[in-house]
């Protein structure tokens, strides 16, 4: 059966079924490695790209939401005590969605960094917003995925998963794949038209230390190309458009790697957090940006 769940997932994606191979050299570029772009932070997460590419990233345990000028390098504030941000990601309307475990809501942040409360009373680790405006995100304790719709409405679209954690969509959004952080695979399911959710089957597996070991997946982000990139206790592992293996980038520091995103006006960047820190390095690969998002 789970042989056919996963046939049923991929023919979802047919366009890609045909892809050559995929490895690691070509999307690294030579000479090029992991760059500090901040550190000094408890624990850092959630990084999402803006419409002109910055970066916007959290530091959980200090309730900070901090911005990257892509340019210039250069760190700022944007939100400080409205809660333990993990998760975050720009929804088709230009705002910042964030997701709050500790608090059980998905919140959004306007342009000043204001916060408005989306939903409530739901476990949220992390999450990904939808062309449409329809959020998805990971509730770990409940071992579950919700689906919060624009309008607020809330459900469960997914269970029995043992450590829900990163979330994320393929680039036509018809596949919505969630890592399990205490197995070895990413779950991958068919989006319906509805917004909900079927035909879930561990299409990824992930490498791991050692034989039974967790993965500890987290946060994903995915290329133009179809590849997957997750965050694992191993390093960064690039899946190719028919979910093999293609390589694992080294993680920049012996710290835990939580999350990653393309970011840059070209979307040709991957910044990873890592730690107590942000890293950055150039690619020959570019994002997906979901929505309608435009530059001002």
Same mark, same amino acid.
């Given at each position: 059966?789970?042989?056919?769940?996963?046939?049923? $997932?991929?023919?979802?994606?047919? @366009?890609?079924?045909?892809?050559?191979?995929?490895?690691?050299?070509?999307?690294? =570029?030579?000479?090029?490695?992991?760059?500090?772009?901040?550190?000094?932070?408890?624990?850092?997460?959630?990084?999402? $790209?803006? !419409?002109?590419?910055?970066?916007?990233?959290?530091?959980?345990? #200090?309730?900070?939401?901090?911005? =990257?000028?892509?340019?210039? %390098?250069?760190?700022?504030?944007?939100?400080?005590?409205?809660? !333990?941000?993990?998760?975050?990601?720009?929804? @088709?309307?230009?705002?910042?969605?964030?997701?709050?475990?500790?608090?059980?809501?998905?919140?959004?942040?306007?342009?000043?960094?204001?916060?408005?409360?989306? !939903?409530?009373?739901?476990?949220?680790?992390?999450? $990904?917003?939808? +062309? #449409?405006?329809?959020?998805?995100?990971?509730? @770990?304790?409940?071992?579950?995925?919700?689906?919060?719709?624009? +309008?607020?409405?809330?459900?469960?679209?997914?269970?029995? =998963?043992?450590?829900?954690?990163?979330?994320?969509?393929?680039?036509?959004?018809?596949?919505?794949?969630?890592?399990?952080?205490?197995?070895? #695979?990413?779950?991958?399911?068919?989006?319906?038209?509805?917004?909900?959710?079927?035909?879930?089957?561990?299409?990824?597996?992930?490498?791991?230390?050692?034989?039974?070991?967790?993965?500890?997946?987290?946060?994903?982000?995915?290329?133009?190309?179809? %590849?997957?990139?997750?965050?694992?206790?191993?390093?960064?592992?690039?899946?190719? +458009?028919?979910?093999?293996?293609?390589?694992?980038?080294?993680?920049?520091?012996?710290?835990?790697?939580?999350?990653?995103?393309?970011?840059?006006?070209?979307?040709?960047?991957?910044?990873?957090?890592?730690?107590?820190?942000?890293? %950055?390095? @150039?690619?020959?690969?570019?994002?997906?940006?979901?929505?309608?998002?435009?530059?001002?």
């Amino acid at each position: 059966m789970r042989i056919l769940l996963s046939v049923v $997932v991929l023919l979802a994606f047919a @366009p890609w079924a045909a892809a050559q191979d995929m490895p690691l050299s070509d999307v690294l =570029i030579p000479g090029k490695d992991w760059e500090l772009i901040a550190d000094g932070y408890k624990f850092t997460e959630g990084p999402a $790209v803006d !419409a002109d590419g910055n970066v916007y990233f959290v530091d959980v345990p #200090n309730q900070l939401v901090l911005k =990257i000028d892509h340019a210039t %390098r250069q760190v700022s504030t944007f939100s400080e005590g409205q809660g !333990a941000t993990s998760g975050l990601m720009f929804g @088709p309307d230009g705002r910042l969605y964030g997701s709050q475990n500790r608090d059980r809501r998905i919140i959004a942040f306007d342009a000043a960094g204001k916060m408005e409360v989306i !939903a409530d009373d739901l476990g949220a680790n992390d999450l $990904v917003v939808a +062309s #449409n405006g329809n959020i998805y995100c990971t509730d @770990p304790k409940g071992h579950q995925v919700w689906l919060v719709r624009p +309008s607020g409405e809330k459900e469960v679209v997914a269970t029995d =998963i043992t450590s829900p954690n990163g979330i994320i969509l393929w680039p036509k959004e018809g596949t919505l794949v969630v890592a399990d952080s205490a197995g070895q #695979n990413l779950i991958a399911y068919r989006v319906e038209e509805d917004g909900s959710l079927r035909f879930g089957a561990p299409i990824y597996t992930c490498r791991v230390k050692e034989k039974d070991a967790p993965s500890r997946a987290d946060g994903m982000t995915v290329d133009s190309a179809g %590849r997957l990139y997750v965050a694992t206790e191993v390093g960064l592992q690039m899946f190719d +458009s028919t979910a093999r293996i293609s390589g694992v980038m080294h993680k920049p520091v012996d710290q835990f790697l939580s999350n990653v995103a393309f970011a840059g006006p070209e979307l040709d960047w991957l910044y990873v957090t890592c730690g107590s820190g942000i890293y %950055r390095r @150039p690619t020959q690969a570019t994002g997906v940006r979901y929505g309608k998002v435009k530059a001002d």
